[in-house]
């Protein structure tokens, strides 16, 4: 059975740009967000089997968004997103219950293969 993946991150080119991996890969798209507020709200609509977490976000960023669907469901499977040389942030993920890290630009193989260590 197909995936659903919940892909949250303020550049609508992002999105666009996972969307496409995911799909031609077979995974279905369980919904977009441009925030962390609108991260949590689409999370709790759809309850995805994995969300792909933008960490630099306007109005809630992704670690704080990270740590409210986590408190409404310990099972939630992330994967943060970031540019380079963010080290620190990287660590508070994983720390508040990221599964994994793909940092920006993206490369398609990298993302399939977090998305597929995660949830199969």
Not at 52 to 61: A, F, G, N, Q, Y
Not at 89 to 101: C, P
């Amino acid at each position: 059975m197909a995936k659903n993946i919940l892909i949250c991150d303020d550049a609508a080119f992002m999105r666009m740009m996972i969307k496409d991996i995911l799909t031609k890969n077979g995974y279905v798209v369980a919904g977009e967000a441009e925030n962390g507020l609108k991260a949590v709200e689409k999370y709790n609509e759809t309850k995805p089997d994995l969300v792909l977490m933008d960490i630099t976000m306007p109005e809630m960023d992704g670690i704080q968004a990270l740590k409210k669907i986590k408190e409404s469901d310990p099972g939630a499977m992330v994967i943060m997103c970031s540019a380079m040389g963010q080290q620190a942030m990287v660590i508070e993920s994983i720390q508040s219950g990221a599964k994994d890290f793909i940092v920006k630009p993206f490369q398609a193989d990298r993302v399939l293969e977090a998305v597929k260590k995660v949830v199969g």
